[in-house]
């Protein structure tokens, strides 16, 4: 599904950044707030020792270009798993009726809504308060989460929509954002910090087979799949990049975290940025301030693309590239994504959506206590040509 939702308007709201849809009837973009200072981590020791992790295999397997992954999930009471496509480009989970019927234990939020800009898909109906169980196998749930859940009864149309179709009760509606800095809720007023608690991943009550307290806020995913929280072995010879704090949480006890810097080269123009690791898309979108002179729109195949995180300074904590090729003929690089699209933003914000194949080269994290996001060797031999990692810890 969220192939078709590539979103093609650069927005800036509420300080989200980089993000692939918006609620609380706001428009989605893929970047926003200002360029920030890229920070390195120092290296450091012993941060995630004695914790534990809760592994969730992908259903549909190893990520491709073609297909979300996907994991599985129920809402609330419903009596069987369904295979959610997990979304780290957009935060909250968005069901149809037929997965979700609300119960005694279940509470009304209010009216809602999600907005897919490129697409001009605009779903809404109520807002609930409930419990979404987390599944190792279509059997077997292994952790809990309490968040707002959207239940879309209707789906209407942006104005000049490249695909939508207004319905009544649509169905088949099965997507779980679990983003950082990649949405504003799904009541109004949009709000930053209720977008952060709709997240299933960052928001666990109950875990299964470890103590939930040693299951630190946060993910690691992986091509073949995703972690709840993080460990010290999973993070060996990571490379770790400084997240600054979202200013609408300064001071709080449970602080937001703004979009990972970045540069983006274009044949060998390098300009400072931001960047989202998005399994959502299979392409990857540039911004025109840092498309080096190329209009919005496909990249022109054999343009050569340098990925730099955090900077262009040495020594580079991450780093990859790749020359556009055809979809048809990607080549030997597997983390060429399907097409580069610049996008039509006017902001001037130099953006960067890697899409998922991304994860065909590294693994990546984030650590949602202390504001990190990280960059691992996944082990696929085939990506060593066109990568770096120089670990912080």
Not at 226 to 250: D, R
Not at 272 to 284: F, R
Not at 331 to 350: A, F, K, R, Y
Not at 352 to 375: A, C, P
């Amino acid at each position: 599904m969220k192939t078709r939702l590539l979103v093609l308007v650069f927005a800036i709201a509420l300080g989200a950044s980089l993000i692939s849809c918006g609620g609380g009837g706001s428009t989605g973009s893929e970047g926003g707030g200002n360029n920030p200072s890229p920070q390195t981590l120092t290296p450091w020791t012993g941060l995630y020792d004695g914790l534990n992790t809760i592994y969730l295999p992908y259903v549909n397997g190893q990520i491709t270009t073609a297909s979300v992954p996907s994991i599985y999930a129920k809402i609330g009471d419903h009596p069987s798993a369904v295979a959610f496509g997990m979304d780290t480009g957009s935060t909250g989970t968005v069901v149809s009726p037929e997965y979700f019927t609300p119960g005694d234990g279940d509470i009304l939020q209010g009216l809602g809504s999600v907005t897919y800009s490129s697409s001009g898909i605009v779903w809404s109906g109520e807002v609930w308060r409930t419990k979404v169980s987390l599944m190792s196998s279509s059997t077997e749930v292994v952790a809990e989460a309490s968040v707002d859940v959207l239940r879309v009864s209707d789906q209407t149309c942006l104005d000049h929509a490249r695909d939508c179709t207004p319905k009544r009760a649509p169905t088949g509606i099965h997507f779980m954002g679990i983003g950082f800095n990649s949405g504003t809720g799904f009541t109004l007023p949009p709000n930053v910090v209720s977008a952060a608690a709709n997240n299933p991943f960052t928001n666990l009550t109950y875990t299964k087979n470890v103590p939930l307290n040693t299951v630190r806020k946060g993910w690691l995913l992986t091509n073949q799949g995703v972690y709840l929280g993080m460990s010290s072995e999973l993070t060996k010879n990571f490379a770790f990049v400084k997240l600054e704090q979202n200013p609408a949480t300064l001071g709080s006890t449970t602080p937001l975290w703004q979009s990972a810097p970045a540069a983006v080269g274009v044949n060998g123009v390098v300009k400072q940025g931001v960047s989202l690791v998005d399994t959502g898309v299979g392409e990857m979108l540039i911004s025109p301030v840092a498309a080096n002179g190329y209009a919005p729109g496909d990249m022109p195949l054999g343009v050569s693309i340098d990925i730099l995180f955090p900077s262009q300074a040495q020594p580079q904590p991450a780093y990859y590239n790749f020359v556009v090729t055809s979809p048809t003929n990607p080549g030997l690089n597997p983390m060429t994504p399907g097409t580069v699209i610049v996008s039509e933003d006017t902001s001037g914000i130099v953006f960067v959506n890697t899409g998922r194949n991304f994860l065909q080269g590294f693994n990546y994290l984030y650590d949602g206590v202390s504001g990190y996001v990280g960059y691992g060797d996944n082990g696929n031999n085939a990506a060593n040509l066109y990568r770096a990692i120089v670990p912080t810890q």
